[in-house]
Nanobody, 126 residues
Framework: QVQLVESGGGLVQAGGSLRLSCAPSRRTFSGYAMGWFRQAPGKEREFVASHVFIGNRTYYSDSVKGRFTISRDNAKNTLYLQMNSLKPEDTAVYHC???????????????????WGQGTQVTVSS
């Protein structure tokens, strides 16, 4: 397994923006997809966005569609999550995930990933 390290979290006012980054700690991550999940206090971890390498496809949860953008810089081996128009309900710990297993779907499920980061806190104040 490859350890993934997130960065870029912080405190921002509603309507603001943040960009999260995720990179492997030691070596290049090679697999089939990477994604972002988030977990708010007292809630289950939920899907935010995924980037499927085959076909360069991206998918988003309905709650972030149109506001968040997932992208990957292959040269820097880094995954990003650009978050705009942030809302207080976006407050959560955001986790990066990578999958070395092939699935034909959208990689929206936690069990499809076998590499995880520790997470970075995003807090949106009203």
């Amino acid at each position: 397994q490859v350890q993934l390290v997130e960065s870029g979290g912080g405190l921002v006012q509603a309507g603001g923006s943040l960009r999260l980054s995720c990179a492997p700690s030691r070596r290049t991550f090679s697999g089939y997809a990477m994604g972002w999940f988030r977990q708010a206090p007292g809630k289950e971890r939920e899907f935010v966005a995924s980037h499927v390498f085959i076909g360069n496809r991206t998918y988003y949860s309905d709650s972030v569609k149109g506001r968040f953008t997932i992208s990957r810089d292959n040269a820097k081996n880094t995954l990003y999550l650009q978050m705009n128009s942030l809302k207080p309900e976006d407050t959560a710990v955001y986790h990066c995930a990578g999958s070395t297993a092939y699935y034909s779907g959208t990689y929206e499920h936690m069990q499809e990933y076998n590499n995880w980061g520790q997470g970075t806190q995003v807090t949106v104040s009203s």
